[in-house]
């Protein structure tokens, strides 16, 4: 997948995104989004507004290996997740989401070890795909994911969303200017090697966040909006490592590992070496209801969450 800075992107957009990141001159509009269940299915175009939620994944069973990996690291059927936020003037379809930088660059740091990566903002394509992105150099690159699929938040919660939008949007421009950094959602700090003790990293916006950290903490922190069932403990976490015959087969590349300096398997981590992970601290959310939040947020959760629905498939196409 080609990954270039947003620089890159206001130099090639200046119509659009000049140096104030003006996300806010996109335009609110339905897009058409090619979508596919699965690697097999025929297209089928969804009908997305603003904020609604894609989510992307790998076919385990064919997945080159770097993404296989990422495929058994993260546990579901999907993988990752952008939100679309509007149409420029010429039709074209943006999305924003959190990823590590095109090298995936790591640094140990007195924090630990940290995946280096930002907010990112990405061209989709015109409706139903009629025309490429103008720029290859900065399209996001949806073909490398072997399927993807669109969700809307429950008309309630969607309606709330919309009456934040200038705050959520300013916060997406200012977060883009400024580079709101990657988070991984676990601690890998030296002092995991006495303990043998992986925290859940908190999943609000203080330090960064990941791809689905972004978006649940956008939404529950600025428009105190909060979806159901999409936290995975630490010990569901854990048992997904040790037990389940995809979670088994996941390994920490030995770029990002601590512990030894070579590949090694999570279930090894844990069945042997006796390692753990821990749940971060309960934290009060911003939300209507004050809820207190706990645990590590999921794509595939996030996607199942009943808080979501489907959105509409307004044409089915042909396979690819």
């Known amino acids: 997948m080609k990954r270039k800075y947003l620089s890159i992107l206001l130099f090639m957009t200046p119509l659009l995104f000049a140096s104030d990141f003006s996300v806010e001159c996109l335009k609110n509009e339905t897009y058409y989004f090619p979508a596919k269940k699965d690697a097999t299915a025929p297209l089928s175009y969804q009908a997305l507004e603003r904020f609604d ?23 579901g059927y999907y993988t990752h997740i952008l939100s679309y936020i509007g149409k420029d003037a010429d039709g074209f379809a ?41 720029k290859d150099d900065y399209t996001y690159g949806m073909e490398t994911y072997d399927y993807m699929w669109a969700k809307r938040l429950l008309p309630q919660l969607r309606e709330r969303i919309m009456s934040y939008e200038k705050q959520l949007l300013q916060t997406i421009k200012d977060d883009l200017r400024y580079e709101y950094p990657f988070q991984l959602p676990m601690h890998l700090g030296l002092d995991i090697l006495v303990n043998k003790e992986i925290p859940i990293i ?91 939040v706990v645990g590590m947020p999921t794509p595939n959760l996030v996607f199942n969450s009943p808080s979501m629905l489907d959105v509409d498939v307004v044409y089915v196409g042909k396979r690819e």
């Open 53 to 75: 939620l894609i989510f992307v994944g790998h076919n385990v069973d064919a997945a080159a290996e770097g993404e296989l990996n990422l495929a058994l690291s993260i546990p």
């Open 94 to 134: 943006y999305a924003v989401e959190m990823n590590t930088d095109e090298n995936k660059s790591v640094t140990f740091g007195l924090n630990g070890l940290e995946v280096n990566g930002q907010l990112y903002i990405y061209c989709l394509g015109n409706d139903f795909a009629k025309k490429p992105c103008p």
């Open 202 to 292: 908190d999943d609000g916006r203080e330090n960064g966040a990941d791809c689905t950290g972004y978006f649940v903490s956008l939404f529950e922190e600025i428009a105190g909006v909060c979806m159901d069932d999409i936290r995975m403990s630490a010990e569901v976490f854990e048992s997904y490592y040790r037990h389940n015959n995809l979670g088994m087969q996941a390994i920490i590349p030995a770029k990002y590992n601590l512990f030894y300096d070579e590949d090694i398997y999570f279930s090894k981590l844990l069945n042997e070496q006796e390692y753990s992970f821990i749940n971060n601290a309960p934290r009060q959310s911003r939300c209507l209801d004050a809820r207190m």
